[in-house]
């Protein structure tokens, strides 16, 4: 009973043990345990072994001794020999016999109880093979444990290097980032001491600027043969190569021949004239540009009378007076190109502003220029699509045609005085529409900017203080008084390759009252009433002048309403002539 009991508890303590080692498998401190439980269960079943030996041992000694003390008496051995063999037993031994029988009663008994005890000890050995057993397979789980257990350490300490690998990974990444950061920033400043530097040396430049004024054109192009009504003469496309949109553009025609041989005239920058009339004569030379070319016209009749003429003084109809009336279709042009980087920092360059001939309040317009001096040069360009995908530039012009419906007309007029710049756009007044910002290309029929007739754009004015943009010499602005002085010893002498010439007329009073008007370079107009002096220069500073004669209603200063919706309008003959001469020291 004792046996089975103790065997009961180990059975029920490994089966605990069993379901803990399942359920902690893959803790650390569920091996550790199993392990210190393996040792008590060790210690517990020694100390059992033990208990049982001793427990067993004295019984069996006991039982030995009896066995012992009946071998010596022999009473088993001669009993089981009588038992066996009683062929040789006689009648008197009968006593013995039945003492015999009695030992052999005994001896079976104690034969019974050592056979039982013996099979107790085969059970309890049993039982103690089935623990070693159990055992056994506990230790080999034990080890699968372990083994797994190392694994997983293994694992867990792979896994651990990889997450320390990582994070240092990432610390040398955050260090480079932050390197990274550190160089931007310098890059920055770096950058901003540059700018600073670039920002002082753009001022020197532009001190440079200052005081450098005037320079002679960065381009000049040849001469070239143009001739009015030749489909293939009568038009030019100059590249100028400045890539840049230039601030000043001088367009000069010389004749071939002629009382003008010698003279220069200038090209203008708008149509105001067509092919519509077979007594009206036109003429000049147009010219617009950008920032690669500047496109020179001369007239070529549209669909009407081909009147048109490279140079033309204007002496038909008695239109205008003056000496050496010329109309010539041949003429020699070429193109001055000044950049800006060749004059000085304007001081005045006004955003672009727009002009519209739908619009009243988009045709006027009165800027100050706040020098309280004329300025040394003004010039106004005038900014629009053509049709061959590219803004152009006009520049303004002097004095405004008659209103006549069908003719077309165009080009932007300015005039500029010692405070403002003045601006007039010819408004739409007819519903065929007939004033346009560069004027319609009737009596200019040219393929180059095809069908130009530009009804909105925008301009700006660019004014130069004349203390800057001269040499200091007070030759350089003339007056006249005598307006009609046909020839005019202006200037000693200029370089036409170098120098720009200006001439205009400056009205006396009026409205428009010490506002300077630009010159022509040939008479475009052919309706009265109409306005400008045409004007011819030469290498020796004459100046020729071909003013509007005032019987045909002709005026040197002419602003009539749709221009500027009809704003400081004023037709007068109350002017004085001025003349400028720019040239590089
Ligand atoms: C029994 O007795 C016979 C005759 O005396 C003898 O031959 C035989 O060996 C004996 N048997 C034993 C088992 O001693
Ligand atoms: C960790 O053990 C898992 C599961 O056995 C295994 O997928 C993974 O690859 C082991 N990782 C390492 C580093 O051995
Ligand atoms: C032009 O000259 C005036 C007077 O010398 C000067 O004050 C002004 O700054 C100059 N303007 C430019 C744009 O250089
Ligand atoms: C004319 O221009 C003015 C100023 O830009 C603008 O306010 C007005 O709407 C324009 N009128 C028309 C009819 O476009
Ligand atoms: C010029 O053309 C561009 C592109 O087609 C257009 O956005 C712009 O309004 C036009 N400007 C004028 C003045 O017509
Ligand atoms: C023992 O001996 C007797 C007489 O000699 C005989 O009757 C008897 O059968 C024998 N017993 C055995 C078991 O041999």
């Known amino acids: 009973m004792d046996n089975l009991f103790i065997r009961i508890i180990i059975l029920a303590f490994i089966f605990m043990f069993l379901t803990d080692f399942e359920c902690n498998a893959f803790s650390q401190t569920s091996l550790e345990e199993l392990k210190s439980a393996h040792e008590m269960m060790s210690e517990d079943f020694n100390l059992l ?61 104690l034969l019974n109880v050592i056979n039982e005890e013996k099979l107790i000890v085969r059970c309890l050995e049993e039982t103690l093979n089935n623990l070693v057993k159990d055992f056994s397979v506990m230790k080999n789980k034990i080890q699968d444990y372990e083994s797994v257990m190392t694994h997983v350490s293994t694992n867990v300490t792979q896994t651990a290097e990889y997450v320390s690998n990582t994070a240092s990974e990432f610390a040398t990444h955050l260090e480079e980032m932050f390197a990274l950061q550190d160089s931007h920033n310098n890059l920055y400043v770096e950058l901003t001491e ?47 190569g400045l890539g840049t949109l230039p601030y000043k553009v001088d367009v000069q025609i010389r004749p071939i021949s002629g009382p003008n041989a010698g003279w220069i005239f200038s090209g203008d920058s708008g149509i105001q004239s067509d092919d519509d009339d077979s007594d009206e004569t036109y003429g000049g030379a147009i010219y617009f540009y950008d920032e690669t070319n ?39 042009v070429r193109v001055k ?55 152009i530039i006009s520049e303004g012009l002097g004095a405004t045609p008659k209103f006549r419906a069908y003719s077309n007309a165009g080009g932007v007029i300015h005039a500029f005085s010692d405070t403002s710049v003045r601006v007039w756009a010819g408004l739409n007044v007819s519903n065929g529409g007939d004033n346009r910002l ?14 130009l007739q530009a009804k909105e754009g925008e301009f700006r004015v660019l004014v130069w203080s004349d203390k800057n943009i001269t040499t200091g010499d007070s030759e350089f602005e003339k007056h006249e008084e005598n ?71 002709g005026h040197l200063v002419h602003i009539n309403y749709p221009y500027g919706d009809g704003i400081n309008a004023q037709a007068t003959n109350d002017v004085h002539y001025v003349s400028t001469l720019l040239g590089p020291k």
């Not at 600073?196 to 381009?219: C, H, M, N, V, Y």
């Not at 001469?223 to 009015?228: E, G, K, S």
């Not at 669909?303 to 109809?317: A, M, S």
């Not at 004027?439 to 040219?446: E, I, L, N, R, Y």
């Open 438 to 451: 560069f004027g319609a290309m009737d009596g200019w029929k040219h393929s180059i900017l095809n069908n």
């Open 294 to 332: 500047v496109y020179i016209m001369v007239p070529l009749a549209n669909n009407n009378y081909k009147v048109g003429f490279v140079i033309n003084t204007g002496e038909t109809q008695n239109r205008r007076l003056g000496n050496n009336h010329q109309a010539s279709t041949d003429a020699y």
């Open 483 to 553: 307006t009609e002085f046909a020839e005019w010893s202006a200037f000693e002498k200029f370089s036409p390759d170098n120098d720009l010439f200006s001439f205009y007329v400056q009205a006396n009073d009026g409205l428009n009252k010490g506002f300077r008007f630009r010159g022509y370079g040939n008479s475009q107009s052919m309706n009265s009433p109409f306005g400008g002096a045409v004007y011819a220069y030469n290498p020796n500073g004459d100046v020729r002048i071909w003013r509007p004669n005032p019987s045909v209603g």
């Open 49 to 109: 072994k033990r208990k049982v030996w001793m427990k067993m041992a004295p019984k069996l000694r006991m039982l030995k001794r009896q066995v012992d003390g009946l071998k010596s008496e022999d009473v088993c051995k001669d009993s089981s020999s009588i038992d066996h063999n009683n062929s040789t037993v006689s009648e008197d031994t009968a006593e013995r016999d039945l003492a015999e029988k009695n030992d052999i009663v005994k001896c079976s008994t």
């Open 194 to 240: 540059m700018e600073e530097s670039f920002r002082l040396k753009l001022d020197e430049i532009d001190k440079a600027g200052k005081t450098s004024s005037f320079r002679k054109p960065s381009f000049v192009s040849k001469w070239m043969l143009m001739r009015a009504q030749d489909s293939d003469y009568s038009q030019k496309t100059v590249p100028h």
């Open 337 to 391: 190109v000044w950049a800006p980087t060749d004059l000085p920092k304007p001081d005045l360059k006004s955003e672009w502003l727009p002009l519209d001939i739908n619009n009243r309040s988009l045709a006027y317009y009165e800027l100050s220029h706040s020098l309280n001096a004329y300025p040394g040069l003004v010039n106004v360009q005038i900014r629009c699509n053509s049709s061959v995908e590219t803004s």
